[in-house]
């Protein structure tokens, strides 16, 4: 995850938000609309993959982020099914079809590389390093922090 530094930087996460995009370009078109039901279920979701990689995402303990990756890869094994579905309804064109298809695809083998990445040992190893790290330095927010003489401040209103 080398050069990541915002959710929006995973590929897993652009190709998520370019599926909600391409659904809801095609749940405009007055014809799905009239089937509020199925436009209702695929804008759903279309937009709980991008918004679980993102919360997952802030997320910093391994383990607290592959739940959210799982609803993910959740929101996009049900895009597909939503797809396929509007494919058969005659909603989208098979080229439409074949690209959601195809967009899905590679979003569910990001997010699941991600998942085999965190489930790695060498990811275990680094979390652990990076909480060691953050437990052997106290933190002190920078407006309040005195400079290292040795002393602390005194307590307000006492000299």
Same mark, same amino acid.
């Given at each position: 995850?080398?050069?990541?530094?915002?959710?929006?930087?995973?590929?897993?996460?652009?190709?998520?938000?370019?599926?909600?995009?391409?659904?809801?370009?095609?749940?405009?078109?007055?014809?799905?609309?009239?089937?509020?039901?199925?436009?209702?279920?695929?804008?759903?979701?279309?937009? *709980?993959?991008?918004?679980?990689?993102?919360? *997952?995402?802030?997320?910093?303990? !391994?383990?607290?982020?592959? !739940?959210?990756?799982?609803?993910?890869?959740?929101?996009?094994?049900? $895009?597909?099914?939503?797809?396929?579905? &509007?494919?058969? #309804?005659?909603?989208?064109?098979?080229?439409?079809?074949?690209?959601?298809?195809?967009?899905?695809?590679?979003?569910? &083998?990001?997010?699941?590389?991600?998942? #085999?990445?965190?489930?790695?040992?060498?990811? +275990?190893?680094?979390?652990?390093?990076?909480?060691?790290?953050? +437990?052997? $330095? !106290?933190?002190? !927010?920078?407006?309040?922090?005195?400079?290292?003489?040795? $002393?602390?401040?005194?307590?307000?209103?006492?000299?």
């Amino acid at each position: 995850m080398a050069g990541i530094k915002r959710y929006q930087d995973l590929e897993c996460h652009q190709l998520a938000v370019q599926i909600r995009r391409e659904v809801l370009r095609v749940t405009r078109r007055e014809v799905v609309r009239r089937d509020y039901r199925f436009v209702h279920q695929i804008r759903d979701s279309a937009r *709980g993959a991008p918004r679980n990689i993102a919360e *997952g995402y802030s997320r910093f303990n !391994p383990a607290e982020i592959i !739940p959210f990756l799982s609803y993910a890869k959740g929101s996009l094994d049900e $895009t597909q099914n939503h797809v396929e579905d &509007g494919g058969e #309804a005659g909603y989208l064109t098979t080229e439409e079809t074949e690209h959601l298809l195809g967009l899905i695809a590679r979003a569910i &083998g990001a997010v699941t590389r991600w998942m #085999a990445y965190l489930e790695s040992p060498a990811a +275990r190893r680094f979390y652990e390093q990076f909480k060691n790290r953050r +437990r052997n $330095t !106290p933190y002190e !927010p920078r407006s309040t922090r005195a400079p290292r003489t040795g $002393t602390k401040n005194p307590e307000p209103g006492r000299t």
